[in-house]
């Protein structure tokens, strides 16, 4: 307010450039200065220059557009969220079910407890507490010895209080956890900035996070980047490390390959000089005409192509051969630069990352960050620690891990992205475990929930209500008035909460009165078929 406004920030960077190579037609052009490019030296107590107040205005714009975004984009998650996870609920056996009594999970978090009765950071009893505020015991006293410094009763007190705490804590049958677990990942979502943010400290690495990186996980959408440990090697296509020319002569024509030695040494590249032909012959689509051979020399190869006219088979003019032959050769030199000698075609790049701080056996582990896909390749790659290898894509962790893998994966990023919100994880592990129950990873999309339920009233009441409806009537579907949402349609009590059991009780009839009764009407029908015979 007094001091100094500072740098306005338009999309993560300084103020680009709007008009010829300057920001704005006040200054000169290719003009680098601060001010020039959005730094606002004055306060507001001062006043704004006008450049500056423009460059506020920009700043202060993207804010407000991000807001309105970032209300739309989380509100719509929130609905989406609340759809999938309305009739989920917790029930006498300790499973938790949804409406049609498919189980979802088969006790409710780690331990039966409820989210709402903790105290702490998501455990039952906050120890310190206990012993410090409910049984007035000196502050100084804490847990561990807080027995070889007071009272038998004291202890038994302290004791029973942890008990009953836990007890308390365990979550009701009829609980509806689902309800309460979308709210809880949806509401800290409305807090979020929509922007992705490049990863901290790590120049280069884009690494979604926010928003955005909620949408994709319960999206189900394919991330692009997983986690290694050294080392790890890129693609090394062959236009790295050799340099590619014709060369025609009399009878044909073949291509030369010389190969830079001191490259592949600054590299650090495990390549030899049979591992290009190799490479060039197994490469998919690379088709070589018959007769094509590869001669390998001291630091060059030479690729001599065949006459293409051997695979077709036909009688052609000596003018039309040359230019199927020239048509060849010059597919081959665009494309053989192209060809994957090492590496892994899928992983597009590499960051190294050192741990800040060493581990107990002060041991520095140092992490390659891999943006791109090939996790299975990564972690059958020598000197790769298999164990620690993860990817944030969950398909594919699925497909190459399992199903166990991607529901661990899906908890991790959720609780990666929402670090600092304090959400518990319970509702993190059921938002995984209906994702993938079925054994598949099933979005929290309208396509997700068509496979996730069968209720016609339900999916209607979500999004494309005159195709559901059409549909279910041409099939003739049935709906068994289960769920919430087609309970609330029907004016019917819902399944959860209170609704969760039924009373019985005895009617206390006589054995008399259990005989079979005459019909309410049953003499009337009987005086008017007597009526009518007569007549």
């Known amino acids: 307010m007094v001091a100094a406004v500072g740098q306005q920030s338009i999309g993560g960077k300084r103020v680009v450039d709007g008009f010829q190579d300057r920001t704005l037609p006040h200054f000169p052009k290719a003009a680098r200065q601060p001010p020039a490019k959005g730094f606002v030296k004055n306060s507001f107590f001062t006043g704004l220059a006008p450049t500056e107040f423009i460059f506020h205005a920009m700043s202060g714009r993207e804010g407000l557009v991000d807001t309105a975004v970032k209300t739309a984009e989380t509100g719509y998650m929130s609905r989406r969220l609340m759809k999938s996870?309305?009739?989920?609920?917790?029930?006498?056996?300790?499973?938790?079910?949804?409406?049609?009594?498919?189980?979802?999970?088969?006790?409710?978090?780690?331990?039966?407890?409820?989210?709402?009765?903790?105290?702490?950071?998501?455990?039952?009893?906050?120890?310190?507490?206990?012993?410090?505020?409910?049984?007035?015991?000196?502050?100084?006293?804490?847990?561990?010895?807080?027995?070889?410094?007071?009272?038998?009763?004291?202890?038994?007190?302290?004791?029973?209080?942890?008990?009953?705490?836990?007890?308390r804590s365990i979550v009701q049958p009829g609980h509806a956890v689902g309800a309460v677990g979308a709210q809880s990942i949806g509401e800290p979502g409305t807090q979020m900035t929509l922007k992705a943010f490049h990863f901290a400290g790590v120049t280069g690495m884009s690494i979604t996070q926010g928003v955005p990186c909620i949408k994709e996980i319960i999206n189900a959408f394919q991330g692009d980047q997983h986690t290694g440990y050294l080392p790890y090697r890129k693609e090394t296509p062959t236009r790295h490390i050799a340099y590619l020319e014709d060369v025609w002569y009399g009878e044909g024509c073949y291509l030369n390959m010389r190969v830079d030695q001191s490259t592949i040494q600054k590299l650090a590249l495990d390549v030899t000089m049979n591992d290009i032909p190799r490479a060039i012959k197994r490469t998919k689509g690379l088709k070589l005409p018959d007769g094509s051979t590869i001669k390998t020399f001291a630091n060059h190869f030479s690729v001599y192509i065949g006459d293409p006219e051997n695979a077709t088979k036909r009688s052609r003019s000596v003018k039309a051969k040359e230019e199927g032959y020239f048509v060849v050769v010059q597919n081959l030199k665009r494309n053989i630069p192209d060809v994957v000698i090492k590496g892994y075609p899928q992983a597009t790049r590499a960051v190294i990352k050192k741990d800040d701080k060493p581990n107990a056996n002060s041991i520095e582990e140092v992490a390659?960050?891999?943006?791109?896909?090939?996790?299975?390749?990564?972690?059958?790659?020598?000197?790769?620690?298999?164990?620690?290898?993860?990817?944030?894509?969950?398909?594919?962790?699925?497909?190459?891990?399992?199903?166990?893998?991607?529901?661990?994966?899906?908890?991790?990023?959720?609780?990666?992205?929402?670090?600092?919100?304090?959400?518990?994880?319970?509702?993190?592990?059921?938002?995984?475990?209906?994702?993938?129950?079925?054994?598949?990873?099933?979005?929290?999309?309208?396509?997700?929930?068509?496979?996730?339920?069968?209720?016609?009233?339900?999916?209607?009441?979500?999004?494309?209500?005159?195709?559901?409806?059409?549909?279910?009537?041409?099939?003739?579907?049935?709906?068994?008035?289960?769920?919430?949402?087609?309970?609330?349609?029907?004016?019917?009590?819902?399944?959860?909460?209170?609704?969760?059991?039924?009373?019985?009780?005895?009617?206390?009839?006589?054995?008399?009165?259990?005989?079979?009764?005459?019909?309410?009407?049953?003499?009337?029908?009987?005086?008017?078929?007597?009526?009518?015979?007569?007549?």
């Open 368 to 535: 390659l960050l891999v943006e791109g896909y090939g996790l299975l390749a990564c972690m059958n790659t020598e000197g790769i620690d298999g164990t620690k290898t993860r990817t944030n894509s969950v398909m594919e962790m699925k497909d190459v891990l399992g199903i166990e893998a991607a529901r661990k994966t899906i908890i991790s990023e959720i609780n990666e992205v929402t670090k600092g919100m304090d959400i518990d994880p319970r509702h993190m592990q059921l938002l995984a475990d209906v994702m993938t129950c079925k054994g598949k990873i099933l979005g929290i999309t309208r396509h997700g929930l068509a496979k996730m339920r069968d209720s016609v009233l339900q999916l209607a009441s979500f999004e494309k209500t005159p195709d559901h409806l059409f549909d279910a009537a041409f099939h003739m579907k049935k709906d068994r008035i289960e769920g919430v949402s087609e309970c609330i349609i029907m004016g019917q009590s819902m399944s959860i909460g209170t609704g969760a059991f039924k009373v019985v009780r005895t009617l206390g009839l006589e054995e008399e009165q259990l005989g079979k009764r005459a019909p309410l009407f049953g003499g009337c029908f009987e005086a008017m078929k007597n009526v009518a015979t007569a007549a």
């Open 85 to 167: 996870l309305e009739d989920v609920s917790s029930n006498y056996d300790n499973t938790v079910r949804n409406s049609s009594s498919g189980i979802v999970r088969f006790q409710y978090g780690d331990g039966k407890l409820d989210p709402v009765d903790m105290e702490g950071k998501a455990n039952p009893v906050n120890f310190e507490r206990t012993d410090t505020a409910d049984l007035r015991l000196p502050i100084e006293l804490n847990v561990a010895n807080a027995i070889a410094n007071i009272s038998r009763r004291a202890s038994d007190e302290f004791i029973r209080l942890c008990l009953t705490k836990y007890k």
